[in-house]
């Protein structure tokens, strides 16, 4: 974990003021608002649009940084490094929030929390050997899931049946584990390939 930050401070110099790094840096720096608003208003129905709001433009930030990466010829190293972290906190700290009041987002945060240790357990390894893994598909599936499910957590209380709730939970959880075993495929063929 401490090459992991290493790496992500020698990369800091000069490259947080591009914009993309900025709209990454936003995200991350944001993660705990919708969050710390839930807790302080936990029921009121303007709030939780508020906070909707909030959120939708703190996940926003996710889209339009790889977006202007890409266009600016901005794509760096240390970006790679900070958009996980932040996509990371971002979703685990608003769900955190919610989980103090209800078991959908308890069951998400922590299958969430189980695979996100994981990962960071295959990436210290990967790196061990120096090597590194490439974000998957499905793990971007996996973001948008529990950004929808997120948003729909928030909204006003008795707007969605529990039983769609339900269900929601059901497909979330089986996109996180597709996008971790996705993950862990490919630590076995980098480790595979080590081993040969």
């Known amino acids: ?98 989980s103090v009041s209800d078991e959908h987002a308890q069951i998400i945060l922590i299958v969430l929390l189980s695979r996100q240790l994981h990962l960071c357990l295959m990436h210290k390894r990967i790196q061990d050997i120096g090597k590194s893994m490439s974000v998957v598909f499905s793990g971007k599936v996996k973001t948008v899931a529990v950004s929808v499910f997120t948003v729909l957590l928030l909204l006003p209380s008795g707007l969605i049946n529990d039983k769609l709730f339900d269900l929601l939970t059901v497909v979330v959880c089986a996109i996180t584990l597709y996008s971790w075993l996705s993950y862990a495929g490919q630590f076995s063929r980098i480790i595979g390939e080590k081993i040969d």
């Open 1 to 98: 974990m401490a090459t992991y930050f290493q790496r992500l401070r020698s990369g800091f110099k000069g490259n947080f003021l591009k914009p993309s790094n900025i709209l990454t840096q936003i995200r991350l720096l944001g993660s705990p608002i919708p969050g710390i608003l839930l807790l302080i208003f936990p029921n009121d129905f303007s709030h939780r649009i508020a906070i909707i709001i909030v959120f939708a433009v703190i996940a926003s930030t996710d889209i339009f940084d790889g977006v202007v990466a890409r266009a600016r010829g901005e794509v760096t190293k240390y970006g790679e490094l900070l958009d996980p972290i932040a996509d990371m906190f971002f979703g685990l700290l608003t769900l955190a929030a919610l």
